[in-house]
């Protein structure tokens, strides 16, 4: 039989070419889905440090210029460890009362109880979430990962300020009182 005389020839044609065209586009999906769920991490946690969304911290490059008497917030200091990380964690400054614009040092204990080197690495929120964009530190533990020989104590600062904006914003006029939580986790260097 010849090839050209087959009326399925065309049809079987067609039928692979769309085939192909449609494993192309499910593969370009399929590509794309992988690649933004790689990128979704990093680009939440860039969207939460612009934004100051979820409680999310500021990095200040230096400080505040100006001080807003009248408007007092006590800073309250809480700190946990993650199971599978053998470090006791506590605030040894546990509160401070402070006005917008005023720099403030506060030291965290870091103490490795297990029997080997262990690297920690640390994340926090500010409670109210409201105050996360006017909450700017200048110098923290959390911006690098800790590592602790077997036994080892570190005294950890956390330097920052409270934007003087923060007592203008009609959202949080009302805020007195802020909590700054960190939680030490098992870094995967470790």
Known sequence: MLVGKNPNYHNQINLRKRNIKSLWFLSVIVISMLGLSYASVPLYELFCRVTGYGGTTQIAKQESERIINGHDVKIIFNAHVNPELN???????????LLPGEQVKAIFRA???????????????????????????????????????????VDMPVVFYLDPE?????????????????????????
Do not use: H, R
């Not at 006017?134 to 110098?139: A, Q, W």
């Not at 923060?166 to 260097?189: G, P």
């Open 87 to 97: 470090w006791s964690f506590n605030p040894i400054t546990e509160t401070v009362n």
């Open 111 to 153: 103490t490795n109880l297990s029997d080997d080197l262990t690297i920690g690495t640390s994340t926090f929120n500010v409670t109210p979430q409201k105050v996360g964009p006017y909450f700017m530190k200048m110098e923290c533990f959390c911006f690098t990962e800790q590592p602790l020989a077997p036994g080892e104590s």
């Open 166 to 190: 923060i007592a203008s914003d009609k959202n949080t006029t009302d805020v007195e009182e802020v909590v700054l939580s960190y939680t030490f986790f098992k870094s995967l260097q470790s």
